[in-house]
Nanobody, 123 residues
Framework: QVQLVESGGGLVQAGGSLRLSCAAS????????MGWFRQAPGKEREFVGA????????RYGDSVKGRFTISRDNAKKSVYLQMNSLKPEDTAVYYC????????????????WGQGTQVTVSS
């Protein structure tokens, strides 16, 4: 069983930056691919980015490519999402997720989820 706790969300102006963190406990963190997803009110949960257990492979959703960067520190059992050039449409609850094996982009392919952290971008 893996527990995930996100942090780092908040209110930021458009064009600003935020860094989200996700701390894992339980399980063997380095066995898991980690993903970030987001969900805005009234919308489906959307893939943001994911990283392979070694960090050697990353994937991003089209809406965040070039602005967001995912990274991980297996020694600290943590994954990060650096968000730059934020836009009002980035406003959402951001979730961290884990799955064994390779990087995937679908919600249903992740086994463990955190509770989420709110990111609000003002115009």
């Amino acid at each position: 069983q893996v527990q995930l706790v996100e942090s780092g969300g908040g209110l930021v102006q458009a064009g600003g930056s935020l860094r989200l963190s996700c701390a894992a406990s339980g399980g063997t963190f380095s066995s898991y691919a980690m993903g970030w997803f987001r969900q805005a009110p009234g919308k489906e949960r959307e893939f943001v980015g994911a990283i392979y257990w070694s960090g050697s492979i990353t994937r991003y959703g089209d809406s965040v490519k070039g602005r967001f960067t995912i990274s991980r520190d297996n020694a600290k059992k943590s994954v990060y999402l650096q968000m730059n050039s934020l836009k009002p449409e980035d406003t959402a609850v951001y979730y961290c997720a884990a799955r064994r094996g390779s990087v995937r982009t679908s919600v249903g392919e992740y086994t463990y989820w955190g509770q989420g952290t709110q990111v609000t971008v003002s115009s």
